[in-house]
T-cell receptor, first 115, second 112 residues
Framework: NAGVTQTPKFRVLKTGQSMTLLCAQD?????MYWYRQDPGMGLRLIHY???????AKGEVPDGYNVSRLKKQNFLLGLESAAPSQTSVYFC?????FGRGLETQYFGPGTRLLVL | SQQGEEDPQALSIQEGENATMNCSYK?????LQWYRQNSGRGLVHLIL?????REKHSGRLRVTLDTSKKSSSLLITASRAADTASYFC????????????FGSGTRLLVRP
C-alpha cells in the first residue's frame, strides 16, 4: 500500500496564478483533511471531508477550495495564489471517528512558494 | 486557535537521557494523540490515549493524561539520536467532531 500520496512535491507560483494539489489514499478511509504548516508552527486545518461528495471548512479556509468527487481523492485548489499561502501543505486521512480508530495518516507534504 | 500547546518549545538532551514533553489543552476531549515529524516529512502517529485512561505505554514511550488539569505528557526513555524530531499533541474534542486540533509542537534534539 502506498498510503497517502501528494502531488506535486514542490511548486513555485506567481501571485495570482491558480493550482490544484492532489491527495490520494489507498486505505479506503472515509475522512480526509488538508492542513498547512508554517515555519515553527503546528498544523492548521484548511478543509476536511467526512465522505465522498462532502466537504467542510476548517480553521483557515479562506483562499482555498476543495473537492471530494471520489472517496480516495481530495483536491485542494488555490484560485488566485497569494504570498501568504507560501507554506507546506499536508494531506491526511483517517477512518471514521468514534470507533476507536481516530488515527490520522499523513502524506509527505507539498512545498508551495508563491512569489 | 490551537487546542494543544506543547511545552517546552525546544528540548536538547544527550543520547541515553529521558525526554519529557508536555501538552495542555482547553476543552473536554475524547482522546489525545501524539505524533512525530521528522524534518521535511509528514507526521507519523505514535500513541493515542483515551479520556478515561491515565497512562499508556508503547515501547520506549510513556504517555500520561490528567483530564482534571487538561494536560498530557510524553516521556521518551533512553533517547537515541534517531529520536530527533518534532513532537505534536493532537486532541479529539468532545464538541468538535471529525477532526483533530494540533498543538505547535516540541522540537527535540538528541545529541550523540
Amino acid at each position: 500500500n502506498a498510503g497517502v500520496t501528494q502531488t506535486p512535491k514542490f511548486r513555485v507560483l506567481k501571485t495570482g496564478q491558480s493550482m490544484t494539489l492532489l491527495c490520494a489514499q489507498d486505505m479506503n478511509h472515509e475522512y480526509m483533511y488538508w492542513y498547512r504548516q508554517d515555519p515553527g508552527m503546528g498544523l492548521r486545518l484548511i478543509h476536511y471531508s467526512v465522505g465522498e461528495g462532502t466537504t467542510a471548512k476548517g480553521e483557515v479556509p479562506d483562499g482555498y477550495n476543495v473537492s471530494r468527487l471520489k472517496k480516495q481523492n481530495f483536491l485542494l485548489g488555490l484560485e488566485s495564489a497569494a504570498p501568504s499561502q507560501t507554506s507546506v501543505y499536508f494531506c491526511a486521512s483517517s477512518p471514521p471517528f468514534g470507533r476507536g480508530l481516530e488515527t490520522q495518516y499523513f502524506g509527505p507534504g507539498t512545498r508551495l512558494l508563491v512569489l | 486557535s490551537q487546542q494543544g500547546e506543547e511545552d517546552p518549545q525546544a528540548l536538547s538532551i544527550q543520547e541515553g537521557e529521558n525526554a519529557t514533553m508536555n501538552c495542555s489543552y482547553k476543552t473536554s476531549i475524547n482522546n489525545l494523540q501524539w505524533y512525530r515529524q521528522n524534518s521535511g516529512r509528514g507526521l507519523v502517529h505514535l500513541i493515542l490515549i483515551r479520556s478515561n485512561e491515565r497512562e499508556k505505554h508503547s515501547g520506549r514511550l510513556r504517555v500520561t493524561l490528567d483530564t482534571s488539569k487538561k494536560s498530557s505528557s510524553l516521556l521518551i526513555t533512553a533517547s537515541r539520536a534517531a529520536d530527533t524530531a518534532s513532537y505534536f499533541c493532537a486532541t479529539d474534542q468532545v464538541d468538535s467532531s471529525y477532526k483533530l486540533i494540533f498543538g505547535s509542537g516540541t522540537r527535540l534534539l538528541v545529541r550523540p
